[in-house]
């Protein structure tokens, strides 16, 4: 049980150096309150929705691509299927959609040509989403009308639906702060592991009997208690400020827990490739903050343009961001995550191994 | 033993290759290269059980080399080495479990205390915990830490530290203690503690340790291995290297009117006269201090001390690598 002993000590060197501790918990709670004052009353100026073309004519067609995006407050995606974009609404991803139904295309251009004729167009929202039902219901009917070139008759189904979600600030900044809390983890996992090779205390236990992965284990079980300490911290702290937790807590824990065991791979790897603590630190911050800016740990993703999207896609915590705040604030379930969760299993494993053969080699004789 | 012996022993037993049973350390032919620099070069050398054995040398000779290798801490590119007659390369855990090591750099874990620093070193050497807290604590009163067993150790003064590095390479009781520059940075009265403590050890371990100070190895050694270059250049106690080695003797002179004619007048008579400041070196094969101050008197100069210059270990290096030790 030399790994214990390990695990005890690396505790001890921890939570007695305040400085340390301050850095993981203050940090992140101090981004934590000043993004929630900062943006506050920031709402993203444009409403991502949905559009289900079940009448498939050119006409709903041109609808989609031309007529609704005309208005400058909506960005419009295509869906298959109703069921499926009711699935986006669920999940926040997008926050009303448009379904066209059959008979669609006929019905206007029986109207252009001056021959009376009925308009349909379901249009599906959360009803706790205030700014939806008022605004985009209006914005709809107005572009109808106009594609159309009528006044009436134009009838625009509105269907609330109860996704339960009511998404406050705390209830969007939370989840992500976790995140940021376990980016953090990468110059800790670094820092405490470098200290160590540096100042030559992992030579003076490696003259003892003691193996290579016995180290590895007593570092990682005490910076996954860390990270542990971290995540129920911050969720305490979320739950204080008001924060609605509809999900599966568990399984949202499960995704830090991955994403917390990616970071302290990662951690290894350049505690094995710093030769010091000052080479290390600033190496690790280096990437972690923007790494955290492009996750979405503190802003929405959909306001960045696409490339950035695509690069933080590479990394796991954006994954771990939209995966727990569609855990957490939306109630979504296990199928519902379930590639980022592939994902972030994938990243945590890799990570993890690729830390231990790189660490594991400085040790090795 | 003479040197002469105690080399063809070793010459004998590195042509068997295997280990003899009176040695706690020996090393065959013993190498590490870092790329083309070669630190430590074809080392063979047995370290009797029980003996206190000095390494010792510049900085940069390969000292620390040659401890890493024996601690398993770096694999011999050329060569082994056997402690208590188990092979570096082979079996290192068991080595391992055989020393005490005392790193050259006193690496603690900063914020435990001296106690809980001990009682790690204990249990990763596989102690029972209770008995890990017994050895500590005796070890503590030992060294003089009682008092501050429950401080973090990043408080601590250099001295104490290096009390504690020694602790704990003495807390699995181990056979062989290896002592990798022990007194390093230490004021003159810290050093003289630890020196005295590493005395009183003498015997009851076998002990192997690194030095670049003359006057450790002179003080506390029962053989000491000049080492320059990777290589062992010289082998013997003490008192052996500096009769086999140093030849001549030096007096030392102290006076007034040490005027050129003296020097001239004794430079006729002796083979190295100098005088620095004032004061006089005068070194030959055979000296006699009467008639040196007698031929001074004679010269007109007036003596006010002369004594002979203990040789130190110091002057054999010097003979040997032709460099000084501290350069």
Known sequence: ?365 | MSDQAVRNLENSAAEAQRPGPACAVQTFNLTRAFGRLVAVDGISLSIKKGELFALLGPNGAGKTTVISLLCCLLKPTGGTAYVLGHDITKEPYEVKKLIGVSPQETTLSERLNPLENLELIARLHDLPKAKAHQWSCLLLETMGLSERARDQVRNFSGGMKRRLSLAMALIADPQILILDEPSLGLDPQARRAVWEYIEHLKGEKTILLTTHYMEEADYLSDRVGIIDQGRIVSLGSPSELKTRLLDTHTILVKGWNLTQNVIASLQQRYQGVKLEGNTLTVSDRHLDLHELIEQLRRDGASVRSAYFKESTLEDVFIKITGKELRA
Not at chain 1, 183 to 206: F, V
Request: hydrophobic share 55%; charged share 15%; glycine share 8%.
């Open chain 1, 1 to 365: 049980m030399r790994f214990w002993q390990l695990f005890l000590r690396n505790l001890k060197e921890t939570y007695r150096d305040q400085l340390a501790l301050g850095f993981l918990l203050a940090f992140p709670l101090l981004f934590m309150l000043v993004f929630g004052v900062a943006l506050g009353a920031n709402e993203a100026p444009s409403y991502r929705i949905a559009a289900v073309d079940d009448d498939a004519s050119p006409i709903s067609a041109s609808f989609i691509t031309e007529g609704l995006p005309q208005a400058l407050t909506l960005e419009v995606e295509l869906a298959s299927s109703a069921a499926d974009a009711l699935a986006s609404l669920k999940l926040g991803d997008i926050r009303a959609f448009v379904v066209i139904p059959p008979g669609f295309g006929e019905a206007v251009v029986a109207i252009r040509s001056g021959t009376p004729a009925n308009l349909n167009l379901d249009l599906t929202y959360d009803e706790s989403d205030l700014a939806v039902s008022g605004e985009i219901v209006q914005t709809v009917r107005a572009i109808l009308g106009e594609f159309a070139a009528i006044e009436s008759p134009i009838t625009v189904n509105a269907h609330p639906v109860n996704t339960q979600a009511k998404i406050t600030q705390i209830d969007f900044i939370a989840p992500g702060i976790i995140i940021f809390g376990l980016l953090i983890m990468i110059p800790t996992s670094a820092r405490i592991m470098t200290r160590d090779k540096e100042n030559g205390y992992l030579r003076r236990l490696l003259t003892t009997p003691t193996h290579p992965w016995e180290f590895i284990l007593g570092y990682s079980l005490c910076l996954l208690l860390i990270a542990v300490i971290q995540i129920i911290f911050f969720l305490l702290i979320g739950w204080l400020f008001g924060m609605d937790i509809l999900g599966n807590l568990a399984l949202a824990f499960g995704v830090y827990v991955l994403a917390a065991i990616a970071s302290i791979g990662l951690g290894m790897v350049v505690a094995a490739l710093a030769k010091s603590q000052t080479q290390a630190e600033p190496l690790t911050w280096l990437f972690t903050m923007p790494l955290a800016i492009i996750s979405g740990v503190w802003f929405s993703l959909g306001s960045m343009p696409s490339y950035i999207r695509a690069i933080s896609q590479i990394f796991p915590y954006a994954h771990a961001v939209e995966a727990t705040r569609a855990i957490l604030l939306r109630g979504a379930g296990f199928t519902a995550v379930g590639s980022d969760l592939v994902f972030l299993v994938a990243w945590a494993v890799g990570a993890i191994l690729l830390g231990i053969f790189m660490f594991g080699r400085t040790m090795r004789a």
